[in-house]
């Protein structure tokens, strides 16, 4: 039983391990873009003390985020308080809510797609004898629309340029 | 190789978060991890932006643990 216990605790550990090695990773890769653009260096101690430094603040984040969904009495944590979390910061706040409102648009966007999708899909399928096919057809397509949805996203995705301006912005309030 | 896109990964942001939950239960929207992944990068764009500045006030060419530590205090009211 406390055998179970402590390979329970030492799972628990390398998970964590784990996932600061990838903090690290993804930190390491930011402050590359961030060096390459300001032409400086950073320190192997800096990148591993801002990926200490993200993974803690993320203890933070999650609470807040549990506290402020139970407040609304909901279970699921959504944009609304994800916004809330960003409060102390004005600019911060505006780049959030902008952002948030891309992704709605976006979202809208893409259902619309894949709705006449599947409506053009429908009438090419009710040409005869394929009829049989069509339900297997239209249910083949949805991983497909659904990767494409996700690609689009990566594109959509900030580039370094609009990030450093921001990170700009914020600085100078 | 998606990850070198720069900024977080929604599957990290979301074992990030639902480790520290203190109710199981609690769940996370796409659209709510899409977010606070941007607001993780930010956070530590913002930490390298302001350490860079720190260094340039100072003159180096390196940026050190030393420089980072002078902004943080800000940086953690900020955020």
Avoid: W
Avoid at chain 1, 39 to 62: P, W
Avoid at chain 1, 83 to 104: C, F, P, V
Avoid at chain 2, 46 to 51: D, P
Wanted: glycine fraction near 4%; proline fraction near 2%; charged fraction near 30%.
């Amino acid at each position: 039983m406390e055998e179970d216990e402590g390979t329970e605790e030492q799972e628990r550990f390398s998970h964590r391990q784990r996932l600061k090695a990838a903090v690290h990773y993804t930190v390491g890769c930011l402050c590359e873009d961030v060096a390459s653009d300001k032409e400086v260096q950073f320190s192997k101690q800096t990148i591993a003390a801002i990926s200490e430094l993200t993974f803690r603040q993320c203890e933070h984040f999650a609470k807040d985020l549990e506290m402020f969904a139970r407040h609304a009495k909901r279970s699921t944590i959504n944009t609304e308080d994800v916004k809330l979390l960003a409060r102390r910061s004005n600019s911060l706040l505006k780049y959030i809510t902008e952002k948030n409102e891309e992704l709605t648009q976006f979202n809208i966007e893409q259902r619309a797609k894949k709705k006449k999708k599947l409506e053009d899909d429908k009438t090419k399928s009710l040409a005869p004898a394929e009829a049989a096919a069509s339900g297997r057809d239209s249910l083949a397509l949805s991983p497909g629309a659904e990767a494409a949805f996700g690609e689009g996203r990566q594109e959509q995705a900030d580039s370094p340029e609009r990030r450093m301006k921001l990170s700009a912005f914020i600085l100078s309030f | 190789m998606e990850a070198t896109g720069g900024g977080f990964r929604k599957e990290l942001v979301s074992k990030l978060l639902q480790m520290h939950f203190t109710d199981s239960k609690t769940k996370v929207s796409g659209d709510a991890l899409r977010l606070m992944a941007e607001l993780l990068t930010i956070f530590v764009v913002e930490a390298a932006i302001r350490s860079v500045r720190q260094a340039q006030a100072e003159d180096l060419a390196l940026v050190d643990v030393d420089q980072l530590e002078k902004v943080l205090p800000q940086l953690l009211l900020d955020f």
